[in-house]
């Protein structure tokens, strides 16, 4: 590596070094890095701005060349110029380290999107304030709600729904009952006095489903957070660090990380932080205590080092909107970033989204189908405020429909009709009295049409 | 017959035009339909015994490959259960998974890991079933595998539909996996499973290899290739994309060369005589027989197959699954298309 190492994170929040997990787990490890080998120097920068990282997210480690993305691949390129701490790791514990590794982020970062995004009090209570402070204002509009819809779909698998909305009483429902998603200030909860049979009738059922839906979910978020407390607990055993007696590893610092914000954040409603000192009291105190040892008062990390990202400027805001409002109508932005250490012969030989994505044709779609929307209500605006009788007019002279109002068709049908009611009365007559004459009359209707009238006599 | 023109002197009732706005359905179509109520029908249930028996031929085949399977390891344990002799012929559990048409033998491997994941570990435990070629949209879970039991068939299975979570509950309470194996299936579920995807539907592998297989055995008309085929990769796309915002190929391939040299290390350094029937076996199988039945210039892009041939672990424990366990046979898409060294 060469020329001064920087390593880029998201900002300080929630009363931690950063607001994402793996931002903290690459402070902390780069803090116990410099611990052990002194002549290893760096800065540390919040910044905002993902568009130089390789995978679109920080925390992302650059020298004067190259830029690292990733908790994992930042350790490999830091251990391939000799900085690490876990050289004091058997051959079975290394071998064993990258499952660890892939263990915690893969199901720490569920029960994260779970607990500070998912979660609709704990993620517009702190979260977004928490994102409000470390980013630009054009920022705040993109950056947390991407970030947050991410997590969702990550995490919609699972099932869970009532984290979203959780107070049976502010929740509002449609007509028919179904929840029509975050609680707002214009239904808080109805007093039997004030609402109608039916609206009684939709909360109570409402209320049914939520907490049937409850139930299932408070029993699905203990065993997620069994699964990923008891291993590590098991594994952290009666030693002082997860896999070393003495020292840190990469492990515990991912792993602090992880459980920092789950058992530190200070959110409205701390399921997790509850699970965790109620039932894993040995994690607790691990991560209490490495956590005080690298960030407390005496800790290892200096906090001057952190400095942030300048601010931008207008014009860059400016420039930032517009193409985020352009991304919307055609997809340009690079989704896959190419391996630059391969020698690849065609340019093309990945797919990412390429320019003209299936965005124009279904841009194309909507506009035809809001064209078609437009002109649909023009024309009946049109036929109301005109008034004339035509073929939507209520027609109050005979009480039923006429045939002939619906075109050639109907006029055919009414032909026919008559037809069948000209033989009908002939044949009447004919009973009558034992003869019928059929007599064609030309009659003037009112509308001024020319229609033809059969007398039978 | 009163005239017409007669009629409204009759009408005493004032003639008002109604008040609409602009959103109401124009009143000759609303009497229409007044004249046709819609009628809702009741749910169906689920087909259950939709499902059609392989024929004769088929049947003693997949008994024989049962029998000689189970005779190989009753050899091997030195007794064991028996091989259920009062069962009925047809009694076979069925097994929805992406296969080529007439891949209807158990033995036949698929070309989509998570369902030969749960073929191998099927076989290996001893279950019979025979294999329904399936996509997507026809299993209402929209996931495949699914298995569809047999009533008569024995074996573990109660209800009539189990999707692939329920597998995994079940082998989870059959299982033998402790806290390490709990942590390497991470790694198979993580790193190997975006390596895979960014190899089959990122690279020109997709047109070499998966669009065959997936794609060129439901239609033939040219159009419904194209849509499907870029729905599918779009869909992979976003699957990757739920990792991180931006796909970055050289951590996805740093990453899995990472995983699979773990892997490497923790089945070479285990003991011999443990049997390879754990499901973190089976999903490993799963990816490596994938990797390595294919010839090298089979592949468009032989990056993973490449990486996964380098580890003599690996090979190792797919030979042995595959001689002693699950004597397993290329898809019929690649080999029909010679891609394989039959």
Partial sequence: ?457 | MSKPSQATSDDTSPRTKPTRSILSIPPSLKRLFDEFPLVTYAANELPARSVSVPNKRDRADIHAFYDAHLSRRRSSEGGGRGGGKGQRDDALHAFFSWAGEGDVSPNVASFNPGCLRWQAYLVSQGIKFHVVPSNNHASFPHSLPLVASHPHAGGPFAQPIITSEGLGKWAKKSGEMGMKEDAFMALVDGPVRRAWLFSMYMTPNFEKLTVPCYIDAHTSSPIIRLFSARELRQAAQAELLKYKPVIDERAIYSDAEDAFQALDSYFSRREEGTKPTTLLDAAVFAYTYLLLELAEDGWADRRLADMVRGLEGLRAHKEEIRKGYFRARPPGVWRRSKMVDV
């Fill in chain 1, 1 to 457: 590596m060469e020329g001064p190492i920087a390593l880029r994170v998201w900002g300080k929040g929630l009363g931690l070094p950063s607001v994402d997990a793996e931002c903290i787990a690459a402070i902390t490890y780069l803090a116990h890095t410099s611990e052990s080998n002194p002549d290893f120097t760096y800065t540390i920068i919040s910044d905002y701005d993902t568009d130089s990282s390789p995978n679109g997210d920080f925390p992302v480690l650059s020298d004067t060349f190259k830029k690292t993305a990733g908790y994992g691949s930042i350790i490999k390129e830091l251990e391939n110029v000799g900085f690490g701490i876990n050289n004091s790791l058997s051959a079975e514990q290394q071998s064993e380290l990258p499952a660890w590794t892939s263990f915690i982020q893969q199901r720490g970062q569920e029960l994260l999107d779970l607990y500070l995004y998912a979660s609709y009090y704990n993620y517009w209570d702190q979260m977004s304030p928490a994102f409000t402070k470390i980013l630009p204002w054009y920022y705040n509009y993109i950056i947390p709600p991407a970030r947050r819809a991410a997590a969702i779909a990550r995490t919609k698998y699972l099932g869970i729904r009532s984290l979203d909305i959780d107070n049976l009483d502010d929740v509002p429902t449609d007509k028919d009952g179904r929840i029509s998603g975050k609680p707002s200030a214009t239904t808080t909860s109805l007093s039997p006095a004030q609402s109608t049979p039916q609206q009684v009738l939709d909360q109570q059922r409402m209320q049914k489903w939520l907490r049937v839906q409850k139930h299932s979910d408070t029993f699905q978020l203990y065993q997620l957070s069994e699964a990923f407390f008891r291993p590590l607990n098991d594994l952290l055993g009666e030693k002082k660090y997860l896999l070393n007696e003495d020292e840190p590893t990469s492990l515990d610092c991912l792993a602090i990380g992880y459980l920092a914000p789950m058992l530190l954040a200070p959110v409205t409603q701390p399921w997790l932080a509850d699970a965790l000192k109620q039932r894993f009291p040995k994690l607790q105190k691990y991560t209490a205590r490495f956590h005080g040892q690298t960030f407390g008062h005496q800790g290892i990390f200096s906090k001057d080092i952190m400095e942030s990202a300048p601010s931008p400027s207008t014009y860059e805001g400016i420039k930032f909107m517009s193409q985020s409002i352009s991304g919307w109508v055609v997809s340009w932005k690079n989704t896959v970033t190419p391996d630059p250490t391969i020698n690849r012969t065609s340019p093309s030989h990945f797919y990412s989204t390429p320019f003209l994505s299936s965005a124009p044709i279904q841009a194309i779609a909507l506009s035809a189908t809001v064209i078609a929307g437009l002109a649909f209500a023009a024309s009946k605006y049109i036929l109301v405020q005109s008034g004339d009788d035509n073929v939507f007019t209520h027609d109050k002279r005979k009480g039923t429909v006429r045939l002939t109002d619906m075109g050639e068709a109907g006029a055919a049908l009414a032909a026919f009709g008559q037809r069948r009611e000209i033989d009908a009365g002939v044949e009447r007559e004919r009973q009558r009295t034992g003869r019928a004459t059929v007599v064609e009359v030309d009659v003037e209707g009112e509308n001024g049409d020319i229609g033809r009238q059969v007398l039978v006599s």
